[in-house]
Structure formats: structure tokens, C-alpha cells
Antibody, heavy 118, light 107 residues
Framework: QVQLVQSGAEVKKPGASVRVSCKAS????????ISWVRQAPGQGLEWMGW????????DYAQRFQARVTMTTDTSTSTVYMELRSLRSDDTAVYYC???????????WGQGTLVTVSS | DIQMTQSPSSVSASVGDRVTITCRAS??????LAWYQQKPGKAPKLLIF???TLQSGVPSRFSGSGSGTDFTLTISSLQPEDFATYYC?????????FGGGTKVEIK
């Protein structure tokens, strides 16, 4: 069955970087894209960007363009999301989700809480 | 960017009630719209895609309609497990954007 398993919770200081991983299984990794979506405490869903499992092409939301990098490792079917220059308002649960082919998302990771605090 | 505006932001309803949530896009997106349900501490769950196609396994009391800029999610007879927050999402173009959410609460 399709699974997306994310890395564990992180606590970071302002200005630091965080890398969250998302390990995929149960499907052909190179046939799908993966998006990252975050959710601040008590807030709504915010799309951060998308990366192709086929050729590493990525598309980022403008507001994260300068601070985020998404990469893939096809040998382990893992997607990584690195966010730099962390601020307190980056505190959120970060989700990876598999693009079903038309930007619908059936399968989601369990979420990774990133806390930014001094 | 395409802005998605959901209303209401919250609704109080009783089991058995009919509930309707609307979502408006700032520009036409044809039928490129999905609806998700999210419960506390859980990832979103896809309910409807292509504006009106029910995802496999989702109860038929959920339905979606609309095209262009105006969309609706209807729960025909609210069940206890339906109390949650609902989000619309446009899939017309990057950046993907979500509505602000509608919390369905117990009356």
C-alpha cells in the first residue's frame, strides 16, 4: 500500500535550517510528484512547493522561493525539504503529499512538527 | 496567485442536518477543485476532486458541485464522524492554494 513516512519532530533556533524527509513506498516513485504543505498551529493549509520524482524539477511558492530547497533520492524513494533562515512563524506541521497526477492529493505523510524557538 | 475564499469559516449543526460550504476562486479554474476533510492531529483526507467526483471510499452523503469560480461542498445528512474542518484547494495552476477552512461543529 502507498505510504509516505516522514522524519521526526525538530526543534530549531531562529536562523537555523531544518531538513524534513519523506520516504515513499508502495508505488513507483519516479512516476509521481510530491508536494509539501504546512500548517501553523490553529491555522489553515499552505502549499510550499512541488518536486517531480522523475526529473527533480521543482516549483516553489513565491514566498518560500529564497529559503526552500526540495530534492529527491530515487535510490531510497525519499524526498527532502530544507527550509533555511528559520523564524518563529515557521513553527508548523509540515506534510508531504503525493500528487495523483492532477494536483489532487490522496496520500499524505503523517506530518512533522517543526518548532522554531530561542 | 489564485485566491480561494471559503464561507462560512465555521458552522454549528446537528446530526442529520444538511450542511453546505462554499468556495470562490479569484479567477476561473474550470473544474480544477478538490475538497478535503481534516480532523485534529491528522493529515487532510481527499473527499472530492474535479469539483464533483467522489473519491473512492467516501460516503455518498458528500457531494460537490460548481465550475469556474463558484463551488459547493454539501453534506446531505451530517453524521457524528463528519465534525471536522473542510478545505477547498484549487488545482488549476501553481502555486496551489487552499481556502481558509470551514470548521463544522456540533450544535
Amino acid at each position: 500500500q502507498v505510504q509516505l513516512v516522514q522524519s521526526g519532530a525538530e526543534v530549531k533556533k531562529p536562523g537555523a535550517s531544518v531538513r524534513v524527509s519523506c520516504k515513499a513506498s508502495g508505488f513507483t516513485f519516479t512516476s509521481y510528484g510530491i508536494s509539501w504543505v504546512r500548517q501553523a498551529p490553529g491555522q489553515g493549509l499552505e502549499w510550499m512547493g512541488w518536486i517531480s520524482g522523475y526529473n527533480d524539477n521543482a516549483d516553489y511558492a513565491q514566498r518560500f522561493q529564497a529559503r526552500v530547497t526540495m530534492t529527491t533520492d530515487t535510490s531510497t524513494s525519499t524526498v527532502y525539504m530544507e527550509l533555511r533562515s528559520l523564524r518563529s512563524d515557521d513553527t508548523a506541521v509540515y506534510y508531504c503529499a503525493r500528487d495523483d497526477g492532477s494536483s489532487w492529493y490522496t496520500y499524505w505523510g503523517q506530518g512533522t512538527l517543526v518548532t522554531v524557538s530561542s | 496567485d489564485i485566491q480561494m475564499t471559503q464561507s462560512p469559516s465555521s458552522v454549528s449543526a446537528s446530526v442529520g442536518d444538511r450542511v453546505t460550504i462554499t468556495c470562490r476562486a479569484s479567477q476561473g479554474i474550470a473544474g480544477w477543485l478538490a475538497w478535503y476533510q481534516q480532523k485534529p492531529g491528522k493529515a487532510p483526507k481527499l473527499l472530492i476532486f474535479s469539483a464533483s467526483t467522489l473519491q473512492s471510499g467516501v460516503p455518498s452523503r458528500f457531494s460537490g458541485s460548481g465550475s469556474g469560480t463558484d463551488f459547493t461542498l454539501t453534506i446531505s445528512s451530517l453524521q457524528p464522524e463528519d465534525f471536522a474542518t473542510y478545505y477547498c484547494q484549487q488545482a488549476n495552476s501553481f502555486p496551489l492554494t487552499f481556502g481558509g477552512g470551514t470548521k463544522v461543529e456540533i450544535k
